[in-house]
């Protein structure tokens, strides 16, 4: 986790490209924009920036950012006010 932190590829795992499968649908006024991609052979570790493009804080719960039962989510942050950014961090197993 630390090496993702750092923006660098983990022991065993290779960066790749951004691609459209890699986007994280949020409910508004939540927005996720993938940064980087790195996998293995049984995982796939896409950093986010989540930024609250509303008004009001919102709570964040990381159950809300798993795509699937098979991952894994650490949040940096657990509330976000106006325009306020946050990094998360969302692993999926193949």
Known sequence: LNDILEGRAPLGYTQRFVQESDKL??????EA?????????????????IINQGRRPVILRAQEMKPSLNSWVFLSAQ???????TLC???TSK
């Not at 993938?34 to 896409?46: A, G, I, M, R, S």
């Not at 509330?79 to 950014?85: A, D, F, I, M, P």
Request: charged content about 20%.
């Open 89 to 91: 961090i969302v692993a």
């Open 25 to 30: 649908s949020l409910a508004p006024p939540l």
């Open 79 to 85: 509330e976000l006010h106006l325009r306020e950014v």
């Open 33 to 49: 924009t993938p940064l980087k991609v790195f996998e293995n052979p049984f995982e796939t570790v896409v950093i986010y920036e």
